[in-house]
Nanobody, 121 residues
């Protein structure tokens, strides 16, 4: 497993941008696909985006496609989630996760502690 620490959450107005980062502890970070998930109050955790081990393949939920971009820097052991045109419905705790299979299709076996994103209307 890999230790993951998210950062970059906060309060933003609707329509604004925010960038999340997730730093991984292991030098084998480049072997893992990485994903972002979120959980809003009273709702189940849902998939947001994923990127394969080499960055060649990305996946998005329909709700964020065209607004969010996932990317990774294997030299820095970090994955990012650039969020644009944020909506109040994007308010949630955002988690990054690691998939040892490398392709982002799961299962994910390591999770960060989460970072709160709040979008005000």
């Amino acid at each position: 497993q890999v230790q993951l620490v998210e950062s970059g959450g906060g309060l933003v107005q609707a329509g604004g941008p925010l960038r999340l980062a997730c730093a991984a502890s292991r030098r084998t970070f480049s072997n893992y696909a990485m994903g972002w998930f979120r959980q809003a109050p009273g709702k189940e955790r849902e998939f947001v985006a994923a990127v394969s081990w080499n960055g060649d393949n990305t996946y998005y939920s329909d709700s964020v496609k065209g607004r969010f971009t996932i990317s990774r820097d294997n030299a820095k052991n970090t994955v990012y989630l650039q969020m644009n045109s944020l909506e109040p419905e994007d308010t949630a705790v955002y988690y990054c996760a690691a998939d040892p299979g490398g392709m982002g299709l799961g299962p994910y076996d390591s999770w960060g502690q989460g970072t709160q994103v709040t979008v005000s209307s």
